[in-house]
């Protein structure tokens, strides 16, 4: 697979996190000879908080990690790629359970306390067998800075491991924040994410965490889109060591709340778009942004209306300003516009005014924004003052190429 | 653009119908020396019925065509292919007027006996004066049977013309029902169609009539789609000139109703289907059944959320019988489905069942299954009685091809 044109420069450095170590391991689940499995340890008083794939059919895995997310603790994280453990009935369910007590067995904590995540090929049954071999030795050297190795093993059709990291003050501590990511395609909004898993030192009580990403996901990992399709998998846990040695954060009335948020806010937006960079195929990245809507939640479904839209996708890949397309995609959505006050930006070049084509605007500067590698789409709808931005990528015959041949 | 290989062997003969002439002419809208204007003269008796595009942002000849219908009455059918005549604002509503105005002049009617439709680019302005010096001309020379040149001249990406004729008794009178269409892209449900004109010499009231196609949309022009895209222009209209020479049927409850019905459905289905036979760098025509939905709307949305889904589309493009995939879009649709109790169909073969993988099934039949020309998915969900069927085609890199260099 080609390293996506968009992808960052590089991996950024993520700094060891007291009270979490990573390992990884080749379990040989479905590729051979490459780490296949990460196993996350984190020290006692870690705390939990979780959002997941809104398909009515989710994955083995999702519902484990919904029974048991609700005690708020965690001890250990077990990911594995190639394999979705999704579709796969009774004997995926067993599969979980069976997962879940290796991982217990080799740390010394219950089984609820080990959180599992599984991404690949949906309905072949996963073999928990596999693990038995790699657990116990991954967590005996398990180390604190096995980031980019953890971000690598847990990677299917990406084409670059995604991490980010965030350090931010919170009270009296200087606390660290790292997150890694997968996902290329199969990504949709309002469904959680794909796999997304971020670790931070500080000490904050579980249900605080949990609003807290709660909020977060809303304008990072619900706000992309590749192509609109949604995972049976789709995972995002967040884990809080409390090792900056602070007394937990119980409210968010605390002061320390809003700076934590700010940063846990960051590093999501980050996470989410690297991996609308690595979407399958991409070649642009691409913004949306919608304003005059009746809400924010109306210029949302008209941001994912454009964002999803196969025509304006496949004009972006064609580097085609092609404005009518927008205007198709935002009276499909079906939401208030008034199609006589719209107005349309590639860029800074507004192609379109008051519900035609603006006479004034070249279209040698629109065409240059559209050879860009980041295109920003806006559009005015003029219906009122709601306001919201989406990130997609261009719709290539690579999407085409990667996805019509995935498994064999 | 080369023929689509799910394209009719050929386009069928459509017979004279009595009380409706045809001409079509070379306008010079967009291409060069090719047929771009249709024009339809209907004898005075001829009432109308209609259905549009659910866009917030329709054309200015939806809008045209919107206020008119409550007449009943039509004179004229103009249509021209290269423009839209969309997102043109008050140029737009210009070029409407005079456009009916040209032909009203023509042939001896009121302007709002005449109906109008636009397809092809959206945001250039439609120059009425275009229509001048060939609609005189196109009345005077129309004749019955141009129905191929007419499905011809409305053509835009589209790689053969669409037609359809069906004879039936009504009454003690021999009814015909021809139909032209076109559209290849763009096309989603729920919005009425691309554009698609019916003719027939029955005798019926304006309001039956209209009860009679938005029943009859339901199960064909709204049942399918290429890439849930939706024009801003759609639009499908049914003339019946009353010519066969019974009293004309006004009300739903005539015994002569039904008959009429079951061929008007059948008609509709059958140019829906040639829409997506001819889907933007269509390979492959999909049925899609679901089955155990808790309702038919229910059925129906996750039958299209299988049928708009590009990993879905994608995976038919490669032949791949990945029915992971299908799991996944039933779960993205977010309508009642027993996880646990699904099973899947391609063709003849049982894939999954139970909410997991069928072990008995073969592998090599469900492969030669996908390398049909024709494939037919079948999903039972488990929830209830419902159901439903839409068709679609794959998504293959033509499409992409297609629709990233359209205006060029």
């Known amino acids: 697979m080609k390293l996506s044109p968009l992808a960052p420069a590089s991996f950024p450095d993520l700094p060891a996190i007291d009270g979490v170590r990573l390992a990884t391991a080749a379990a040989g689940i479905k590729y051979p000879g490459r780490a296949d499995v990460m196993l996350a340890v984190f020290d006692k008083a870690t705390t939990v908080a979780g959002v ?58 219950r089984k609820r306390e080990v959180f599992l995540a599984s991404t690949g090929v949906i309905g072949e049954p996963l073999d928990p067998s596999k693990f038995e071999g790699v657990v116990g030795a991954a967590a005996a050297r398990a180390e604190p800075d096995a980031w980019l190795d953890a971000a690598r093993a847990i990677m299917t059709t990406d084409t670059y491991p995604k991490g980010a990291t965030h350090r931010v003050t919170v009270g009296d501590a200087a606390v660290t924040i790292n997150g890694i990511a997968k996902g290329a395609g199969m990504i949709a909004p309002d469904m959680a994410t794909m796999l997304a898993f971020v670790v931070t030192d500080a000490a904050i009580d579980a249900p605080v965490l949990q609003a807290m990403l709660d909020r977060g996901v809303r304008d990072s990992f619900n706000a992309i889109t590749v192509d609109g399709d949604t995972s049976t998998s789709d995972t995002l846990l967040v884990f809080a060591t409390g090792a900056a040695g602070e007394t937990p954060i119980s409210d968010s009335g605390d002061r320390r709340f809003r700076p934590l948020r700010a940063a846990l806010d960051d590093l999501l937006r980050d996470l989410a778009h690297q991996v609308v960079r690595d979407g399958e195929g991409a070649r642009k990245f691409v913004e949306v942004r919608v304003t005059g809507a009746a809400s924010k939640r109306s210029a949302r479904r008209i941001a994912m209306a454009i964002a999803n839209s196969p025509l304006v996708k496949t004009a972006i890949a064609g580097e085609d300003a092609n404005w009518g397309r927008i205007v198709m995609a935002v009276g499909k959505a079906g939401e208030p516009a008034d199609r006589d006050k719209l107005a349309i930006w590639f860029g800074e070049t507004r192609v379109a005014v008051r519900g035609e084509r603006d006479r004034h605007y070249s279209e040698a500067e629109a065409a240059a924004h559209m050879r860009r590698r980041e295109i920003v789409i806006t559009v005015d709808v003029g219906a009122g003052k709601g306001r919201d931005t989406v990130w997609t990528c261009d719709l290539t015959k690579d999407y085409v190429a990667i996805n019509g041949d995935y498994r064999s």
């Open 52 to 109: 997941f794939t809104r398909s009515r059919c989710p994955s083995a895995p999702v519902d484990w990690c919904k029974a048991v997310l609700g005690g708020g603790r965690a001890r250990a994280l077990l990911v594995n790629s190639g394999n979705a453990n999704a579709f796969t009935g009774k004997r995926g369910r067993e599969a979980t359970k069976i997962s879940a007590a290796l991982v217990a067995d080799a740390i010394g904590c």
